[in-house]
């Protein structure tokens, strides 16, 4: 079985206001893409990447003129995916949904959020934490909150699937050097409470025997900047349950940093700076899929989709292209033996 995580660039502007695909020459969201370009490079990428079920981050918005789950099925039919039904969980406001897209004919897909606690409540909740350590609570929510679901495959073997989009880290908004620093720090500390509340989620899970993937854009990775230096870890690495023993640990090979200076790190986006002219790109691994360790032991092999470094998609001219066109983020994909 391979299932998959893909964070797509402003897919919901390939809809109109009632839900309608876009198939025309105007400009994508997407910087220098039409929205037929766009559109028919997603067909490619999602027929290439050949999934039994995906985890789509920013899926097209859910709102009362339109319905994230009837635009992402009209798409997997314009392009006759077998992964053609789609699940949403709790809807957001950020126009950014999390949503999976299924073959029905190999998995059933169930949104089934196990209730929580006030020490980890359900996701669509609050967390109650002092953020600052100034001995008040801070209310920590979710913008886009986790999709838990349960997965069976049709030999009754079941996998629960916790798909994210953990809160950015970027100073957006700020207007000199120290409010750079200020809103960084503010975000870094959201964004480790989100991965906190996400690994006591884990933790309970684990507790009871359960099969666990979690999957989407954690905006993070170990080593990506300097402010992990001052609160000391990563939020990926809070959820990969980083220090604790091996049977309570997640597992990604990209989630660690390459050893050795010189050696290159994987890359699972890839954004443009414009300033200075003229201009270039930023690469950084952002996607990932965790596994937990009974999931370890079926033999699990991790794909990133990258256009250059994955030596099939670079020797396909259509596929590299594809992915380039589609999105600022590459498809990572992972085969178990379910």
């Given amino acids: 079985m391979r299932i ?21 020459t105007e400009r994508s ?3 220098g893409v039409s929205r037929a370009e766009q559109l028919g490079a997603l067909g490619i990428v999602f027929t290439a990447l050949e999934a039994d079920a995906i985890l789509i981050v920013e899926a097209p918005d859910n709102n009362t003129r339109r319905k994230t789950v009837p635009m992402l099925e009209a798409f ?6 077998r992964q053609r039904r789609a699940l949403i969980g709790f809807a957001n406001e950020t126009q950014q949904e999390i949503a999976l897209l299924y073959d029905p004919d190999v998995i059933r897909a169930v949104h089934e959020p196990a209730e929580g606690n006030e020490f980890a409540p359900r996701f669509d909740g609050q967390l109650q934490i002092d ?3 100034d001995d008040r609570l801070d209310m920590v929510i979710f913008s886009k909150p986790p999709l838990e679901a349960t997965l069976e495959t049709r030999t009754g073997v079941q996998v629960r699937l916790i798909g994210v989009h953990i809160k950015s880290k970027a100073p957006h908004g700020a207007t000199d050097l120290d409010s750079e620093v200020r809103v960084a720090i503010e975000n870094r500390r959201k964004q480790l409470a989100q991965c906190l509340w996400l690994r006591r989620r884990v933790d309970a899970m684990l507790d009871r025997g359960e099969s666990l993937i979690v999957l989407g854009d954690f905006n993070d990775g170990p080593g990506l ?3 992990e230096k001052l ?5 990926l690495e809070i ?14 090979p990209h989630a660690r940093p390459s050893k050795g200076q010189t ?7 890839r954004f443009f700076i414009p300033d200075p002219p003229p201009g270039q790109y930023f690469s950084a691994m952002l996607d990932y899929i965790l596994l937990s360790p009974d999931l370890c032991r079926r033999g699990p092999k991790w794909r990133i989709w990258h256009p250059f470094d994955d030596p099939a998609c670079y020797r396909t001219p259509e596929l590299r292209e594809a992915l380039l066109q589609a999105s600022d983020h590459f498809p990572v994909s992972v085969d178990l033996a379910l």
């Fill in 239 to 252: 959820v990969l349950g980083h220090g604790l023993p091996q049977e309570r640990r997640l597992h990604d």
């Fill in 231 to 235: 609160f000391g870890r990563s939020g």
């Fill in 4 to 24: 998959a995580t893909y964070n797509v660039e402003w897919f919901t502007s390939l809809f109109d206001r009632r839900g309608r695909i876009l198939d025309d």
């Fill in 29 to 31: 969201a997407r910087w």
């Fill in 131 to 133: 953020l600052d350590i």
């Fill in 76 to 81: 997997a039919a314009k392009f006759a995916l």
């Fill in 225 to 227: 900047d300097e402010y």
């Fill in 263 to 269: 050696a290159a790190q994987p890359a699972s986006a």
